[in-house]
């Protein structure tokens, strides 16, 4: 028996990457699974975003678990796009017991040089598609008196980070989401929680801009295999240098399941340690 039989879980930003790894791992526990993501490039997004072949192996994946998947393609940017994608998944599956607010993207740039619009991408898409996923699936969740939300944030929901003030915001900004709907929505039955990620290998934190990022090299010299070097030191855990998706799939997983059926309003890192290192100053300025 899975964690997750019989049950239905919604996952945005289920294409590829972490989504997919939320897909396939609720489908192997036993769920059908809805899916929504974008097939739009935003502009202010320097790696490519998800394609329909992204969508087809997703879909792919769950059924060869056996299990239902309804994809659908929408911007969790559009409320409009995300009740379309629960009234498509109610059609077919009659209910949605979990929801996965996973879509996000990521951008670099100093504070005092990101445009007006790489900021309200960032919000509209990584805090403010939480809230519209959440705002989705609620009136049903409040109808049936129960439900699980899975919100995605970071472990820059937790801690700092130089050059994306714009991610931190919105990373923050989802736990006080989280949090405030924990509260609200208990009474429903309906509990809401987050996961923050450490280093995870997928395709928006693979790119050109990451591997500078990671690596320390000057711009447009890091490659992927420096960034993979460098996951190492941002992780305490003896081997654990950038972790597979699946790793951020299991904490989703249990807290969708009845193993976490007390477990409300809480904040849980997947970061293999790394928030127990003591911080260093890498470019001392003298």
């Known amino acids: 028996m899975g964690l997750l039989d019989g ?19 609720s489908a192997r526990e036993g769920a059908d699974v809805i899916i929504i993501d974008t097939l739009d490039q935003i502009s202010t997004v320097a790696y490519p975003m998800a394609k329909q072949e992204d969508f087809d192996e997703t879909v792919r994946q769950v059924e060869a678990l056996d299990r239902r998947i309804v994809a ?24 949605i017991d979990a929801l996965i607010a996973n879509a996000g993207i990521f951008s670099l740039g100093p504070a005092h040089e990101l445009s007006e619009e ?23 969740m409040m109808e049936r008196g129960s439900g699980s939300i899975v919100m995605t944030s970071s472990i820059n929901g937790l801690e700092p980070g130089a050059q994306y003030v714009h991610y931190c915001a919105s990373k923050f900004g989802v736990v006080g989401v989280m949090k405030t709907l924990a509260l609200e929505y208990a009474r429903h039955g309906i509990r809401v929680n987050s996961v ?6 997928t395709p928006m934190t693979s790119w050109q801009g990451a591997w500078d990022m990671m690596s320390g090299k000057p711009a447009g010299t890091g490659t992927e295999a420096d960034m ?12 654990a240098g950038f972790l597979a998706p699946e790793r951020i799939a299991d904490a989703a ?10 477990v409300t309003g809480i904040s849980v890192p997947v970061d293999a340690g790394h928030l127990l290192q003591p911080g260093y100053n890498p470019d001392p300025v003298k």
Do not use: C
């Open 72 to 95: 659908v393609v929408g911007d969790v940017r559009k409320q409009a796009d995300l009740d379309h994608a629960v009234s498509e998944g109610l059609a077919q599956f009659g209910k």
């Open 7 to 25: 049950k239905v879980v919604m996952v945005t930003g289920g294409s590829r990457g972490q989504g997919r790894a939320h897909a396939v791992t």
């Open 196 to 201: 923050h990620p450490g280093a995870i290998l």
């Open 253 to 262: 997983l249990w807290l969708n399941s009845e193993l976490a059926s007390a």
């Open 118 to 140: 790489a900021w309200d991408d960032m919000i509209a898409v990584n805090l403010t598609g939480v809230w519209k996923s959440a705002k989705a699936v609620l009136p049903h």
């Open 228 to 239: 993979l070097e460098a996951g190492y030191s941002f992780h305490a855990l003896k081997g």
